[in-house]
T-cell receptor
Framework: NAGVTQTPKFQVLKTGQSMTLQCAQD?????MYWYRQDPGMGLRLIYY???????DKGEVPNGYNVSRLNKREFSLRLESAAPSQTSVYFC?????????????FGDGTRLSIL | GENVEQHPSTLSVQEGDSAVIKCTYS??????FPWYKQELGKRPQLIID?????GEKKDQRIAVTLNKTAKHFSLHITETQPEDSAVYFC???????????????FGQGTILTVHP
């Protein structure tokens, strides 16, 4: 059981380039999430997918798009990268449950935009 | 939406002392409160969580308390060890309206340093 796998682990882009961050989970979880983590600001939700076939905006969606390809995979795309998008990106997944279930995180993608 | 405030932002203790981190939340519908530990360059990892139907939960040296009336919850670490040094995040989640999307709102984090 690998849990949540993110690729790539590191990436450097130039301003204006596009890129897709990949995330896959093998825990049969319904819900998946993308966060960005900046120094001193904790983790902020970019987009989430409550279940296969649905996606919704989180707190900071501007400049990003997502695709829930199937139950296992949830990708995050930067169409035209900007230096403000330099961050560490974490993908997470969880089981559905009324009363709250923990989210399980991947190892992150460290993205630098020059 | 939900807003979570976490204090202190940094905490320095001697090995063996206790450490307490406090969080407040704004949405009275929040009913799930996890705590994550993140070591440098690593993923956040769940260390303990509490649901709104209980007031306290303990797991060895770690405990969490919840006061729904005051809308705050706290992490207590006893007999701290150098390996407890990390960034700790609190979070809150609401299932208002019967949805179970589990969106978490995180606090800003506390850098805990345990000195040998």
């Amino acid at each position: 059981n690998a849990g949540v796998t993110q690729t790539p682990k590191f990436q450097v882009l130039k301003t204006g380039q596009s890129m897709t961050l990949q995330c896959a989970q093998d825990m049969n979880h319904n819900s998946m999430y993308w966060y960005r983590q900046d120094p001193g600001m904790g983790l902020r939700l970019i987009y989430y997918s409550a279940s296969e076939g649905t996606t919704d905006k989180g707190e900071v969606p501007n400049g990003y798009n997502v695709s829930r390809l199937n139950k296992r995979e949830f990708s995050l795309r930067l169409e035209s990268a900007a230096p403000s998008q330099t961050s560490v990106y974490f993908c997470a997944s969880r089981e559905q449950g009324y009363f709250g279930q923990p989210q399980h995180f991947g190892d992150g993608t460290r993205l630098s935009i020059l | 939406g939900e807003n979570v405030e976490q204090h202190p932002s940094t905490l320095s203790v001697q090995e063996g002392d206790s450490a307490v981190i406090k969080c407040t939340y704004s949405d009275s519908a929040s009913n799930y409160f996890p705590w994550y530990k993140q070591e440098l360059g690593k993923r956040p990892q769940l260390i303990i969580d509490i649901r709104s139907n209980v007031g306290e939960k303990k797991d060895q040296r770690i405990a969490v308390t919840l006061n729904k009336t005051a809308k705050h919850f706290s992490l207590h670490i006893t007999e701290t060890q150098p390996e407890d040094s990390a960034v700790y995040f609190c979070a809150a989640s609401s299932n208002a309206g019967g949805t179970s999307y589990g969106k978490l709102t995180f606090g800003q984090g506390t850098i805990l340093t345990v000195h040998p």
